[in-house]
């Protein structure tokens, strides 16, 4: 019975190591297997992802152009609304001084007549002294008048 114990028995146990070497060949086999698919789906993420900052990257850097841009633009803007504040300021002043001057003095048709006459003779192409010496009037009146009517027109132009 030794013999048939020991045919029996050397056989099973040659079975059950290799049943237990299958077994574990298989996980190591299945450990590897999901290693590599989850190295594949990081490297298939890694390469959707990889386009999408360069994207983004550049998009990011065209805005910030476009920002400084603006900030151009709106300083430009700001300086040019600056200078012309200060135009409109001068202007009210220079009106209210020659205002104060002649406070007395009435918008007569003599004035309508002398501001027609001024832009008549800046329209035929002459210059502030020479009107201001053909109206008997100062420079500084004719100055004026023709300011105030570009301005005039200016804001019309502006307004439309």
Same mark, same amino acid.
């Given at each position: 019975m030794n013999t048939l114990l020991y045919w029996v028995a050397i056989p099973m146990?040659?079975?059950?190591?290799?049943?237990?070497?299958?077994?574990v060949s298989l996980r190591r086999l299945a450990r590897r297997l999901e290693e590599d698919a989850v190295a594949g789906a990081v490297e298939r993420v890694l390469a959707t992802l990889t386009p999408l900052v360069a994207q983004a990257?550049?998009?990011?850097?065209t805005f910030d152009a476009q920002?400084?841009?603006?900030?151009?633009?709106?300083?430009?803007?700001?300086?040019s609304l600056d200078?012309?504040?200060?135009?409109?300021?001068?202007?009210?002043n220079r009106t209210e001084a020659t205002l104060k001057s002649g406070?007395? *003095?009435r918008l007569?048709?003599?004035s309508l007549d002398l @501001?027609? %006459? $001024?832009?008549?003779?800046?329209? *035929?192409?002459?210059?502030?002294?020479?009107?201001?010496? @053909?109206? %008997? $009037?100062?420079?500084?009146?004719v100055s004026l008048i023709l300011e105030l009517k570009r301005k005039l027109d200016a804001l019309s132009a502006g307004g439309r």
């Open positions: 146990l040659a079975n059950i190591l290799l049943i237990l070497f299958v077994v990257r550049e998009l990011s850097q920002l400084r841009e603006k900030q151009r633009l709106i300083q430009t803007l700001n300086e200078r012309r504040a200060t135009a409109l300021t001068l202007l009210v406070e007395n *003095q007569t048709p003599e @501001q027609e %006459a $001024v832009l008549d003779l800046a329209a *035929q192409g002459k210059d502030t002294d020479r009107i201001a010496r @053909q109206l %008997a $009037v100062s420079p500084g009146e």
